[in-house]
């Protein structure tokens, strides 16, 4: 793509004039909660400091502290320096934070510039009246807890790991970064493809002064794809929100017949896209993005891609590292994954109770690579855990729309944070909010709540199941169909496929868990009975996911999972994210063509 910078943190919008603030930092833990009282963002408290490599975590290895007991406060110290040239010609400096768990406050030159909640969303703060010419100081804190309430995804809330709930992430973990802006810019855009229409519907939300909004501000984009100029469109900016649509019809490309390159995961087209403010006819702001047409929808019982039917072999990835735990040690780190999930068949991922660092989801883009988003979640049910998630997941939808991998979003899980959903109106109410709260700022692709165990309002059902007997799991789906969509038999003979009150719509289905086999004899644990060879291994793996594959009405399945993530083993890759096993053989069987829908796969 033409905008792509290696390492840049936000991919969808991306400008020349940034710089990365990963790398050392001063650091401190502050146990004793004495920080703000003894205003260290004013007063460092060098004799208690050590240094930290950000975005790694004190937790990690990487960060060069290793440190895995639970620290509740953490302090963070670095300067910087500013553009007196940038700032004499007006330009705003934004500080942006990608992820940083739980609540980040942040000082300038010891003063508050402002806070965030939330461990997974990207959060930012314009500095440039905190800020002087030349050397400046950043001061950050960072607030974690064990609160079931927070959202946390697969992080631990007590003090050792257990079950498949991992050492606990505090503090920042994604990059830090700061980027120049003059007064009048492009703040966000929403780009949603209209395949029917060979159309793109652009919503901008630019900054302007109201007395600027007069006519005099405009705003253009020009559309390219392969060095093809398709359309530019430019609008006069009367508000802070305007909404138009470009034109992505052209006889040239590719001798396409209705002039449209669609994105596939066998083909992921990409378009790119170039924006530019203009005040008087004069630019002021520039960025670049790029984006796909594609259209992903539900039909009856099938999920269907530009139209066509769509079978999905996903696998579960939940995006650690033995160093460096939930962030990627590189983008490097994150290519070779989906290059590897790719060479085993996959056509999709499940990236599970993790919003990732968004290079990802820009190399899922390139490479064709679907993606089901989901959110990390609480342990439980409150008013608060309501806010806090809430208010998080629509950061997160609004942020990552655009990128066109994503196909399907997920907000809960297993009735984690949910517990008495099945029965609890109030619960059951919470989750229909999600939905329809998702549906309202995207109505475009499918939302699945409370993926795999007693839904409500879903437009997937999806089930877990990880049944190790192939035959067994054939047999359940297919002779007791009925008594499973009318909750009389309990799929994986453990939970209801509906909360009460809630019926089967007739929605497509989808094996959404499965498989989870052990593979290593050193302990750690995976689901059912270890196995001790690969040739035992790819019998039960084979067993299983061709099972699956038989089931008439199934239109796809999720293998758990990509790697072993620390006590759990039953990746198809090791902790460092090696093959266990050929992935040519993993590959023809996830490939092979069998059951009702062989002519799809």
Aim: net charge negative; hydrophobic share 35%.
């Amino acid at each position: 793509m033409e905008c792509y910078k290696k390492d840049y943190p936000r991919p969808q919008l991306v400008r020349d004039n940034w710089t990365s603030l990963n790398g050392t930092w001063d650091f401190c833990f502050d146990d004793e909660a004495r920080g703000e009282r003894g205003s260290w963002y004013q007063m460092w408290p060098g004799n208690q400091a050590q240094t930290i490599e950000v975005p790694f975590t004190y937790e990690t290895k990487r960060s060069g502290i290793g440190d895995e007991r639970a620290h509740r406060q953490v302090w963070y110290r670095r300067s910087i320096e500013a553009d007196a040239a940038q700032l004499s010609e007006g330009k705003h400096l934004w500080l942006h934070f990608e992820g940083s768990d739980f609540h980040t406050k942040v000082w300038v030159n010891g003063q508050y510039v402002g806070d965030h909640r939330g461990g997974y969303a990207r959060f930012s703060f314009d500095i440039t009246r905190f800020v002087k010419a030349k050397e400046n100081e950043i001061v950050v804190k960072v607030e974690d807890s064990f609160d079931p309430q927070q959202p946390r995804g697969k992080q631990r809330w007590v003090k050792d790991s257990f079950g498949c709930w991992y050492v606990q992430t505090t503090g920042i973990w994604k990059t830090v970064w700061m980027e120049y802006v003059p007064e009048i810019y492009l703040n966000q855009v929403k780009m949603t493809p209209l395949l029917t229409d060979s159309s793109l519907e652009l919503t901008y939300d630019v900054v302007l002064p109201e007395e600027q909004r007069d006519g005099s501000v405009e705003i253009e984009a020009e559309i390219t794809f392969d060095g093809i100029q398709i359309s530019r469109t430019r609008m006069a900016v009367l508000g802070r929100s305007v909404k138009t649509r470009a034109n992505v019809f052209h006889p040239a490309l590719g001798g396409m017949e209705w002039g449209v390159r669609e994105w596939t995961p066998e083909d992921p087209a990409l378009y790119d896209i170039r924006f530019r403010v203009l005040v008087n006819g004069e630019e002021t702001d520039c960025a670049g993005s790029y984006f796909a047409m594609r259209e992903i929808r539900i039909d009856g019982p099938n999920i269907l891609l530009n139209g066509k039917v769509l079978y999905q072999r996903l696998i579960l990835d939940q995006g650690y590292w033995k160093d460096t735990h939930l962030t990627p040690p590189s983008e490097e780190a994150l290519v070779d994954d989906i290059e590897k999930i790719r060479s085993m068949g996959y056509n999709g991922l499940r990236k599970h109770q993790k919003i990732e660092d968004e290079r990802f989801l820009y190399w899922c883009d390139v490479k064709g690579m679907l993606v089901w988003s989901e959110m990390a979640a609480a342990y439980q049910y409150s008013d608060e855990a309501v806010t806090e998630f809430t208010k998080e997941w629509m950061e997160i939808v609004q942020q990552n729309y655009n990128h066109p991998c994503i196909i399907t979003w997920t907000p809960m899980n297993e009735s984690w944070g949910v517990h008495e959903i099945e029965t609890d109106q109030m619960q059951q109410h919470f989750t229909e909010m999600i939905y329809h709260l998702t549906k309202s700022l995207d109505p475009y692709r499918p939302v699945i709540v409370n993926d795999g165990w007693e839904h409500t309002v879903s437009d997937i059902l999806t089930l877990h199941d990880y049944e190790e007997v192939g035959e067994t799991l054939y047999k359940r789906y297919t002779e007791c169909k009925e008594q499973i969509l009318t909750t009389e038999v309990y799929h994986s003979s453990v939970r209801s496929a509906f909360a009460n009150g809630f019926h089967y719509q007739g929605q497509p289905i989808l094996i959404s868990e499965y498989g989870g086999i052990a593979f290593n004899n050193d302990g750690g644990w995976g689901y059912g009975n270890k196995v001790s060879t690969k040739e035992e291994f790819l019998r039960r793996f084979d067993d299983i996911t061709t099972a699956v594959k038989r089931i008439p009405y199934c239109c796809g399945f999720c293998y758990t999972q990509v790697s072993d993530v620390q006590q759990e083993i039953n990746g198809l890759l090791d902790a460092d994210h090696n093959y266990k096993l050929p992935p040519e053989a993993i590959r023809e069987i996830n490939e092979r063509k069998v059951g009702y829908w062989r002519s799809e796969m």
